[in-house]
């Protein structure tokens, strides 16, 4: 059971937006900035967004990430094929004193 | 450029104690912007944080893994490194290790190839 919740998966078709939520809590997101991560299994992950908004260089702006009180959301625009992957969101919990990922949801772009 | 590499026994018996090292290139791990953490994918589950040290030695562990949980840093060798006792079938996954950026919301930036672990006898 993960602290932070997400969906188990979404999906939408090429061209399309999807949005994928992290709820967490008072003590995490409520609290701290939120990262959001995409995943291939086998391979490392790669940090999408940081400080809850901020992408790193070289990361489109198609992805963009927000927040309201105790929940997080990453949106991607004008899907692809090639964003089919796995996406965590991951902060720091003041009251566990350590990070926290969600459960992660599978995107499948149709 | 940061690099960071995992190394390790890709297979540990049950029962036994997982030891892998984690070598940091391209900055210092004792960089105060910066701190280093694990990160582990079993098959079929999602991403777990395991743990992190920053270079004073201060460590963070999992609240669910924190009983069989040691991290190290080695700041004369830039490397840090990760054990865990009492090794199970459920503790097989791809390990990674990862640099935490503390001006970037704690955000794990940067990260290993990773280095598969087996459990098996």
């Known amino acids: 059971q993960s602290v932070l919740t997400q969906p188990p998966s979404v999906s939408a078709a090429p061209g399309q937006k999807v949005s994928i939520s992290c709820s967490g809590s008072n003590s995490n997101i409520g609290t701290n900035f939120v990262s959001w991560y995409r995943h291939l299994p086998g391979t490392a992950p790669q940090l999408l967004i940081f400080d809850t908004k901020e992408r790193p260089s070289g990361i489109p702006d198609r992805f963009s990430g927000s927040a309201s009180g105790t929940s997080a959301t990453l949106g991607i625009t004008g899907l692809q094929t090639g964003d089919e992957a796995d996406y965590y969101c991951g902060t720091w919990d003041d009251r566990l004193s350590a990070w926290v990922f969600g459960g992660g949801t599978k995107l499948t772009v149709l | ?121």
């Open chain 2, 1 to 121: 450029q940061l690099q960071l590499e995992e190394s390790g026994p890709g297979l540990v018996k049950p029962s036994e104690t997982l030891s892998l090292t984690c070598g940091v290139s391209g900055d210092s791990i004792s960089n105060i912007d910066s701190y280093w953490g694990w990160v582990r994918h079993p098959p079929g589950k999602g991403l777990e944080w395991i743990g992190s040290i920053y270079f004073t030695g201060d460590t963070y562990y999992n609240p669910s893994l924190k009983s069989r949980v040691s991290i190290f840093v080695d700041t004369s060798k830039d490397q840090f490194s990760l054990h865990l006792t009492s090794m199970t079938a459920s503790d097989s996954a791809l390990y990674f290790c990862a640099r935490h950026q503390r001006n970037r919301g704690s955000s794990l930036d940067s990260w290993g190839q990773g280095t598969l672990v087996t459990v098996s006898s």
